[in-house]
DNA sequence: GTGAAAGCGCTAACAA
DNA sequence: TTGTTAGCGCTTTCAC
């Protein structure tokens, strides 16, 4: 590496020297620690903002904390992940903590493995996971090296904390809301799993099985038409179009996420469908985007800035201690916009 | 911090104890060092693979490299931040790197400012600064304390690489479109500045000021309507709302990004206009989501990611030891599709 | 080719 | 209340 010109950092040494004080004295002072006199304190930090030192965090790391949270998201390309992100990084700077972020790798557990490694090897005080495909051993394998939360996962373990929306709830609420408006053919579009055998944890798996469940209820199990593909736009457009060449074909579509809608949205508009016309799409996260006018699309609101919060402040609490798990789910609502309607004709 | 359970992390000393050679010889093997036999290496890595050893970032952070690569983005809602950070990941995981991201916090200099400095406290070894609203001057603070590369800005320095595409013939290509479609009345929809002044180096400020540089040359200028909101959809809401009361109304809209231009159809939409039909709508990223059927939007094509493959590769060589600068630009594309077409009355 | 030992910047015992 | 000192796990001279 090249250090020619490259300055070299400030250090504690350095403070210690220009406030003529032991490092220790400035290291009580950075911590907020006992035993600092107010005469101390401000001597020290003077020379810290003279000197304009900030502490080197890998230095840090070696021995306490790096007051850094680690963020494994499986991607950056979904809104609600920002949401989530913005709410955590609110919840814990002003506890001195700052976030950072991995991508997991969407669906593919040993790109994620990798990241997770990367941020334990970072020394990273806390991790949290959003909606993460591994399985419940290796997040618990995780969970005893580091303050471990995982959010959208249905699994409950004795490790690690768990805040979810409760999507049983919530794909109850838009199959309902179908069947209410008439609707008998309905297809919904989920996500191919990562490991084989539907795990129950995941949530496309909950979403999938409670619309399974409630068309039976109503007894439409003879009606259940499921696409999967993946919980993304393309994932949305393919599922649409298979659900599509049905025939009959389905008069509505729950789709498991709201990018998932909206390529469902083109696929029906290629198709010279009209929405909700011939067919009514629902989504679930209930996404800026989708709550447009041109887009207006029904959808599940599961609320990310209180999960994000949450997540936030379990981990500052397991940082700070506790052992024991926790567990918090948020109920969602159904926010019902243009895009679903009774259908043309009944039955 | 609870410790109870936490197990003691594998070190170099227990591989070094483990295989019998000291910690040189198992430091040397990791970073592929001159000097090691292969009977050596091979002893070595079996003690490696049968500990699960895993380097400590933190301690080779305090000597030598971290393997690590910040990135900062404004924040992670734009679709194109995911293509320029993919391509990166795939360019810079063959040499070992990983990536970290922190949110710059969108045109807010001191957010930006404390996500950087959470950086280089963390010891990367080199950072991507993705559109960021803060000085040159600060830019170049940066570049003096870690190799840099600086993406999607125009300005020009010693100390760091910029990777940029070439926003004035991007801008160029739409406002020739709109106009050689026939319209006149070309509104513009622009990011306000963080700074005042409108900094020549921001993206946002080349692709307005070209908008203005083009409608002059076509004797357009008295057209000129410009909606300074932000780079976002709700941006691009009240940016089309504004330039909607105009009377008489622009026929054609030039939204700065896909994401303004897709906050501009809602506006549309609500205002009870049709696309193109009375009003051609043109965006600028050619972001996925916009290609889709139902919205088909017209726009400017980037390749983030060829931007982000070679700002990982100008990392990698900074980090190698190249100290001078270079620059690298893209040239734009115009996809057209169904949201631009010619005026329905002439003029 | 290999290993002993110093030290990176910080925190936490412990001593004063 | 303040300072002295011993490491944290690693890389890097510099002997052998």
């Known amino acids: ?58 230095a840090r790391a070696m021995r306490g904390r790096t007051f850094t949270i680690g963020v494994l998201l499986p991607h950056i390309r979904n809104p609600f992940f920002a949401e989530i992100l913005d709410a955590l990084t609110e919840e814990i700077s002003g506890h001195g903590y700052q976030a950072i972020m991995v991508q997991g790798g969407d669906a593919d557990p040993e790109a994620e493995r990798r990241a997770s490694d990367a941020l334990v090897d ?44 409760d999507d049983e709830v919530g794909a109850e609420l838009v199959v309902e809301h179908l069947i209410a408006l008439g609707h008998r053919r309905i297809g919904h579009i989920t996500q191919r799993d990562p490991l084989s055998g539907r795990p129950a944890a995941l949530l496309q798996t909950i979403r999938a099985r409670t619309y399974e469940r409630v068309m039976a209820e109503h007894d439409l199990a003879d009606q259940i038409a499921l696409a999967a593909t993946a919980y993304t736009e393309e994932g949305g457009y ?56 041109h887009i207006s699309l029904t959808s599940v609101d599961q609320n990310g800035a209180i999960m994000g919060k949450i997540a936030g402040r379990l981990l500052l609490e397991r940082i700070g201690g506790r052992a024991a798990a926790v567990r918090f789910a948020v109920i969602p609502t159904l926010v019902t916009r243009r895009s679903t309607a009774p259908p043309r004709s009944r039955g």
């Open 1 to 58: 590496m090249v250090t020619g010109d490259r300055r070299r950092r400030v250090t504690i040494t350095d403070v210690a020297d220009h406030a003529r004080v032991s490092t220790t004295a400035v290291s009580k002072v950075l911590r907020n620690a006992y035993g600092v006199s107010a005469a101390m304190r401000a001597k020290v930090q003077a020379a810290i903002d003279e000197l304009g030192y900030r502490p080197h965090n890998a």
């Open 122 to 165: 970072r020394q990273v005080d806390g991790v949290l996971m959003v909606a993460p495909a591994c399985t419940k051993a290796q997040l618990e394998a995780l969970a005893r090296s580091v303050p471990t939360v995982v959010l959208g996962r249905h699994d409950r373990s004795a490790l690690y904390d768990c805040v979810l929306d």
């Open 238 to 293: 393919e599922g649409a179009r298979e659900l599509l060449t049905r025939a009959p074909r389905p008069t509505a579509i729950f789709a498991g996420s709201d990018q998932v809608a909206f390529g469902a949205l083109a696929a029906i508009h290629e198709a010279g469908l009209a929405v909700p016309g011939d067919i009514s799409v629902a989504g679930y996260d209930n996404a800026r985007m989708i709550r447009l006018a």
